[in-house]
């Protein structure tokens, strides 16, 4: 039985999905670290996590591309809520994710930043279940010092459901 | 093989978050200071503009000159006519 769940989780990506949803809804929560600094001197932190939700449409079928936007709560040691947009693109319409978007905190304070995320989807059991190791490099906003940089490593968990 | 490469990326990020925990009141972003605080050097501190206010206002003082200060630039325009008036005498 283990050695079958070692050759699901081994050959995830190269098998096809059954079938992709057009437009789909899904959860979302992140935790990471975040690291920055500046002059020779960098820190690494607890990010704060996010928790969202975010809407998904596929717009181009090989390969095949979805667009997703949504908003999500920055909470912690925090409360701040922003959104972010992007696009996705899994290669034989299997397993395998990848994407790159925009994202930013606006209030109470704003921070902006690019992403850019890989990761696995499973949908065999009805909703899918996707896990995304994403990265964030931080360019502008108020919320970013001065004399400092910003970027941040951030694993996702997301649940997604077939809207059409 | 994938499996280790999870397990230990999660053992990175595990170990990392808590070098972060101790890493006191380093910030990378101003929300990570404490209200009133901002993030300069990775460290929360004052406002550089914080303390010139606790001085009362010394700033804009300053920035009106003193009665005195006004009362030497009159001579100081009286001078001008002065000075134009020799520089007709030179011609």
Excluded: N
């Excluded at chain 1, 717009?59 to 409360?79: H, I, K, L, Q």
């Excluded at chain 1, 790159?100 to 704003?110: D, E, K, M």
């Excluded at chain 2, 300069?40 to 000159?65: F, I, K, Q, T, Y």
Aim: hydrophobic share 45%.
């Amino acid at each position: 039985m283990a050695k079958i769940l070692l050759a699901i989780l081994l050959l995830g990506p190269t098998l096809a999905r059954a079938e992709a949803p057009l437009v789909a809804v899904e959860a979302r929560v992140t935790e990471g670290l975040t690291v920055g600094g500046g002059q020779g001197r960098s820190v690494w932190r607890l990010a704060p996590y996010t928790v969202g939700a975010f809407a998904e449409v596929a717009t181009v079928e090989e390969p095949w591309t979805t667009f997703y936007a949504g908003g999500y709560f920055e909470g912690g040691d925090r409360a701040a809520a922003g959104a972010a947009v992007g696009l996705r693109v899994r290669p034989g319409r299997g397993r395998l994710r990848f994407g790159a978007g925009a994202t930013g905190t606006v209030v109470p304070y704003s921070i902006l930043g690019a992403t850019a995320a890989g990761g696995l989807c499973f949908d065999d059991l009805g909703p899918a279940a996707c896990v995304e190791l994403e990265g964030v490099v931080y360019l502008f906003g108020s919320d970013l010092p001065d004399d400092g940089t910003a970027a941040q490593l951030q694993v996702g968990l997301e649940v997604g459901f077939d809207a059409l | 093989m994938r499996s280790r490469a999870a397990l230990l990326l999660l053992a990175l990020l595990v170990g990392a978050a808590g070098a972060g925990a101790c890493a006191g009141d380093h910030c990378v972003r101003h929300s990570d200071c404490p209200e009133g605080l901002v993030c300069s050097m990775s460290s929360c501190a004052e406002p550089p503009d914080a303390a010139p206010a606790d001085d009362g206002g010394a700033v804009g003082r300053d920035a009106a000159p003193p009665p005195d200060t006004a009362a030497d630039a009159v001579p100081t325009a009286e001078d001008a006519p002065t000075t134009a008036t020799d520089a007709e005498d030179a011609s």
